[in-house]
Each structure stands twice: as C-alpha cells, then as structure tokens.
C-alpha cells in the first residue's frame, strides 16, 4: 500500500520522466475534484494527501535509506493540485470545461506548464528547500511551493489575458 501511494499509483515507476508522468496523472484527477467538488475540496485533500505522504515517505527513507527517490511521485500531485486549487479555482460543470470565458481549461493547462517549470528549474525558496530540508518534508516542501507559485503566476497570466482581449 505505501509503495502505491508514494508512487501515485505506481506511475512514477515510469522509465521516462517519472515527474512528469506523475504530473500528468495529477492534472485529470484534480480537475475532476474541480469540477464535481470545488476548489476548497482539493486544497483541503492535498493537505491530507500532503501529511500522510510525508509520514510515509519518511518510513520509506528509513527504511531505504535512499532521499528523495526519484519513482516517489506523491508530491507532484500535491504540487499540481496546489497549483489547481489556487488557479483556475473555479468550479464548472464537465459541460463548460472548454468554454474560454471561464478560464478553466487555460489556468490548468497553464497550471501544469508552470508547476513542471518551477520543479525542474527549482528557482530561489523552491531550490533552497529541496537542497537543505530533508526527509518527507523536503521532498514534499518544494512541490508545495512550485504549486502555489504556478497557481498565482497562471492566475496573474490569466488576468493579464481577460484584459487584453
């Protein structure tokens, strides 16, 4: 069951950008808590996600002995949805996904792009966490930060658009 978990259901077993692959899964899961939920549902679910991850990966590097394996996925969930829960936000029916004036489909899409960027550069606090925290925290932490960062940087995007056009 941990190994499931941590690796988001084993996706990050992937032999290709196990990040990515887990980002990817990501996204679906938590527009759809977007759409049949709201936003404060998936916030609310990544703090949980988010406490019994770090619990269960500190088991894991216990017992491995390996920091921030790179087939642990679990925090790029909490970052995606992070990212989600601050933008788009909103909550649409599965009808209005792709209706431009609400911005849903765009702030994910934007979300995604964003939230990869910010992990893999790992600018400023983002890096610093990843470096010198360790543990579950630090490989959660960074995630953490990257999807708040990309949920307001595609919220400020997506305001600069709406104006513009």
Request: no cysteine; hydrophobic share 55%; glycine share 10%.
């Amino acid at each position: 069951m941990n190994w499931f978990f941590i690796t988001l259901g084993y996706s990050g077993l992937a032999p290709k950008a196990p990040g990515t692959v887990g980002t990817l899964v990501s996204l679906p899961l938590g527009m759809l808590v977007l759409i049949y939920f709201n936003a404060q549902t998936l916030f609310l679910a990544t703090l949980l996600i988010t406490i019994i991850a770090v619990k269960s990966i500190n088991k894991y590097e216990e017992h491995s002995g390996i920091h921030d394996d790179k087939r642990i996925v679990i925090d790029e969930l909490a970052g995606m949805w992070f990212a989600l829960s601050v933008a788009p936000a909103i909550s649409v029916s599965i009808n209005e996904v792709s209706i431009w004036e609400n911005g849903f489909l765009v702030q994910s899409i934007l979300s995604f792009a964003l939230f990869r960027y910010f992990d893999i550069a790992k600018p400023s606090i983002i890096g610093r966490i990843d470096r010198e925290t360790k543990g579950g925290i630090g490989v959660m932490g960074d995630d953490i930060i990257a999807g708040f960062a990309a949920g307001i940087v595609s919220s400020l995007i997506w305001q600069a658009i709406v104006i513009l056009v």
